[in-house]
């Protein structure tokens, strides 16, 4: 295996390192140090090489995604859903309406303002109540899309806001978010539209 090849192994197990290399905060000559300490690679020089182009071109990769993310998004439509109470419980609860997903030891409802069921049902484990759907509906090119989601979360997360749930599921994208930070989500996609 080359040198390259081994430095894109050993930073593969590494995201936070990957990370750091897409955002050009990383001193080369430190890190090949300390991949020669943890590998059995002992061409300083080459490593340093390898790190730089494998730097260059997680840069391209993102960059690649970045466009292809926003030119999907800009083909799509947002709209903001209020009145949303998510509901995550440990068995099934009599609920008319909404939606249910079950997941290995849990249901998590979703349902709107207004649908009736027992709020001190001790199947109950979190409830979100009063939030707000940020839903965008896309272009079927958005199932082959990696990163589409991660896209979305990391530009809202950059301006503090918090999603308590997604569903990504078709052309439909569901963030769900505190009712203060829904208008806020809001002008922010469409700006980038």
């Known amino acids: 295996m080359s040198v390259s090849d081994e430095v894109r192994v050993y930073l593969k197990n590494k995201p936070y390192m990957i990370e750091a290399l ?3 905060i990383v001193n080369y000559s430190s890190l090949a140090r300390i991949i020669q300490h943890d590998t059995r690679l002992r061409q300083y020089h080459a490593i340093k090489a390898a790190l730089r182009r494998y730097s260059l ?3 391209e990769e993102e960059l690649g995604m970045e466009r292809h993310a926003l030119s999907i998004l800009k083909r799509s439509t947002v709209a903001i859903q209020s009145g949303i109470t ?3 419980a440990d068995g099934e609860l009599n609920i008319e309406g909404g939606s249910r997903i079950k997941l290995n030891d849990y249901f ?3 349902v709107e303002k207004g649908t009736a069921f027992r709020k001190n049902s001790k199947s109950i484990i979190k409830m979100h109540e009063n939030v707000s759907a940020i839903v965008i509906h896309s272009e079927q090119k958005l199932e082959a899309m990696p990163g589409f989601v991660a896209f979305i979360a990391s530009v809202l997360a950059e301006q503090g806001i ?3 749930e ?3 599921c078709y052309t439909e994208t569901l963030l ?3 009712s203060g930070d829904a208008i806020k989500s809001y002008e922010l996609l469409m700006s980038m539209m």
């Open 22 to 24: 897409k955002n050009g």
């Open 108 to 110: 998590i409802y979703l």
């Open 166 to 168: 997604f569903v990504s």
């Open 57 to 59: 071109g997680l840069l």
């Open 176 to 178: 769900i978010v505190s």
């Open 162 to 164: 918090n999603i308590l």
């Open 86 to 88: 998510i509901i995550i």
